[in-house]
Structure formats: structure tokens, C-alpha cells
Nanobody, 124 residues
Framework: QVQLVESGGGLVQAGGSLRLSCAAS????????IAWFRQAPGKEREFVAA????????YYADSVKGRFTISRDNAKNTVYLQMNNLNPEDTTVYYC?????????????????WGQGAQVTVSS
């Protein structure tokens, strides 16, 4: 089993930045694919960004490309989502997800483990 714990959410003004962290524990290894999703009330959980074990293989939703950056520190078993130039449409709960292998998926069903979520609120 893998446990994921997100942190770093909060309230920020439009145009500001936040960095989310996802600490992994349990049966983890540096070759787990990791992703961030987000879900607003009443909406489907949507893909935000993903990272395979290789730092050169990162993927982003069009809505966040150029503003968000996913990265990982394998020594700390932690994945980050740096979010810049935030806007009110980014307000929602963000979830970290992991899968057992290195294959990146943009689908919610593609991941085996999930964190509890971190609230991000962007004021206008």
C-alpha cells in the first residue's frame, strides 16, 4: 500500500502562486507515476498534471500548461505542484494520485492510490 498526504493549499489572490506537496509513504519507489487532479463540487475529477519516473516525461492539461509545474524529490518521496498566475477558475480541491508503474494516465481510473485532497482558493 501507498499513502499520500497533500499539503500547501490555501487562499491566494488572483495572479499569485502556491506550491502543493504530496508526501508518499509505504511501498513507494521512484518509478511510480504520479499525477495531480482537481475536482470542483458537482463536477468530474479532472486531470491537471502527471510525471512518470523520468523527469523528462511530464504532462499537463491545456488549462494549466505554462502556469503549473510538476516535479518530484525522490529522496524525500515527495511530489510538488508549483502553481503560478492563479485565477479564480483554479479554485477547487486538488488531489495527488499514484500508480504502481511508470505509465502516465490522464484518467482518474488509471491510478491506484489517492490523497485526501488540498483546498486551493483563489480570490479575484
Amino acid at each position: 500500500q501507498v499513502q499520500l498526504v497533500e499539503s500547501g493549499g490555501g487562499l491566494v489572490q488572483a495572479g499569485g502562486s502556491l506550491r502543493l506537496s504530496c508526501a508518499a509513504s509505504g511501498r513507494t519507489n521512484s518509478r511510480n507515476a504520479i499525477a495531480w487532479f482537481r475536482q470542483a463540487p458537482g463536477k468530474e475529477r479532472e486531470f491537471v498534471a502527471a510525471d512518470s519516473w523520468s523527469a523528462s516525461n511530464t504532462y499537463y492539461a491545456d488549462s494549466v500548461k505554462g502556469r503549473f509545474t510538476i516535479s518530484r524529490d525522490n529522496a524525500k518521496n515527495t511530489v510538488y505542484l508549483q502553481m503560478n498566475n492563479l485565477n479564480p477558475e483554479d479554485t477547487t480541491v486538488y488531489y495527488c494520485a499514484a500508480r504502481r508503474d511508470t505509465i502516465v494516465s490522464r484518467a482518474r481510473s488509471g491510478y491506484d492510490y489517492w490523497g485526501q485532497g488540498a483546498q486551493v482558493t483563489v480570490s479575484s
